[in-house]
């Protein structure tokens, strides 16, 4: 095996685990539409996608170990003798079997889109809650604010497409743009300064990021109000 196809392997996992991330999304955003038709949190079939979401997201884990592990066992053998090469899927295997061995389901609940199911599904239910008449007034409210929120990237000055809240300052950027930002930062040994005109968080960092699916949806709907007129 080269160095050429491990790192094409590397390559197609990465992929894979965007299909996967995009797929989190789907099942989250039925979820919420089965709670926003009024199904409520007792539907069974809450319980099935979140269980859905737990599994990819025990999967995408798994790639990320993977990844981590091949990573670090090449650069291993690269300053090895090149016999030590012939090691390197057995290294691979072994350190990961151990590290899988290490963790526990309970440690799923902290993956970032099973945390953005589950606000999603909350918020949801907190909605759909309301009287006809509550429910009325808030179609108005969202209306309104749709129309006042800035659904634009302070990065890439275009419309976000996987918003993320900043828990520090409040602030939304396109999750690919400031993830992107902050690994450049890092890569100068500097600090992520908030890109939002005016704001104070000087240290942006990737543990702030909260994926906001409700704030998505609402771009979202705004898009479809948008084709609609």
Same mark, same amino acid.
Request: with cysteine.
């Given at each position: 095996? &080269?160095?050429?196809? #491990?790192?094409?392997?590397? /390559?197609?996992?990465?992929?894979?685990?965007?299909?996967?991330?995009?797929?989190?999304?789907?099942?989250?955003?039925?979820?919420?539409?089965?709670?926003?038709?009024?199904?409520?949190?007792?539907?069974?079939?809450?319980?099935?996608?979140?269980? *859905?979401? $737990?599994?990819?997201?025990?999967?995408?884990?798994? @790639?990320?170990?993977?990844?981590?592990?091949?990573?670090?066992?090449?650069?291993?053998?690269? &300053?090895?003798?090149? !016999?030590? *090469? +012939?090691?390197?899927?057995?290294?691979?295997?072994?350190? +990961?079997?151990?590290?899988?061995?290490? $963790?526990?389901?309970?440690?799923? =609940?902290?993956?970032?889109?099973?945390?953005?199911?589950?606000?999603? @599904?909350?918020? &949801? $239910?907190?909605?759909? /809650? =309301?009287?006809? !008449?509550? *429910? !009325?007034? $808030?179609?108005?409210?969202?209306?309104? /604010?749709?129309?006042? #929120?800035?659904?634009?990237?302070?990065?890439?000055?275009?419309? *976000?497409?996987?918003?993320?809240?900043?828990?520090?300052?409040? %602030? %939304?950027?396109?999750?690919?743009a400031i993830r992107s930002m902050i690994k450049t930062r890092h890569?100068?040994?500097?600090?992520?300064?908030?890109?939002?005109v005016g704001c104070g968080n000087t240290d942006v960092k990737e &543990?702030?990021?909260?994926?906001?699916?409700? +704030?998505?949806?609402?771009?979202?709907?705004?898009?479809?109000?948008?084709?609609?007129?």
């Amino acid at each position: 095996m &080269s160095f050429s196809a #491990v790192n094409g392997t590397l /390559s197609n996992l990465k992929d894979c685990q965007a299909d996967i991330g995009t797929g989190m999304d789907i099942v989250t955003d039925v979820a919420m539409d089965l709670v926003e038709a009024q199904d409520g949190e007792g539907n069974p079939g809450i319980k099935e996608m979140e269980a *859905m979401i $737990l599994e990819c997201a025990k999967l995408d884990r798994e @790639i990320n170990c993977f990844v981590d592990i091949v990573q670090q066992v090449t650069a291993e053998v690269t &300053s090895q003798q090149p !016999e030590a *090469m +012939f090691t390197l899927s057995a290294r691979v295997k072994e350190q +990961f079997t151990d590290r899988m061995a290490g $963790l526990s389901d309970a440690e799923l =609940q902290n993956h970032q889109k099973v945390i953005a199911f589950k606000d999603s @599904i909350r918020n &949801s $239910l907190s909605q759909a /809650s =309301q009287s006809a !008449e509550n *429910m !009325e007034e $808030l179609d108005e409210d969202i209306a309104v /604010s749709q129309s006042q #929120v800035n659904f634009i990237c302070p990065l890439t000055q275009e419309e *976000m497409v996987n918003p993320v809240k900043n828990k520090k300052c409040n %602030h %939304h950027y396109d999750e690919r743009a400031i993830r992107s930002m902050i690994k450049t930062r890092h890569g100068q040994k500097k600090k992520c300064r908030c890109p939002v005109v005016g704001c104070g968080n000087t240290d942006v960092k990737e &543990s702030d990021l909260v994926l906001d699916q409700v +704030f998505r949806r609402k771009i979202q709907a705004r898009k479809r109000q948008t084709n609609k007129t």
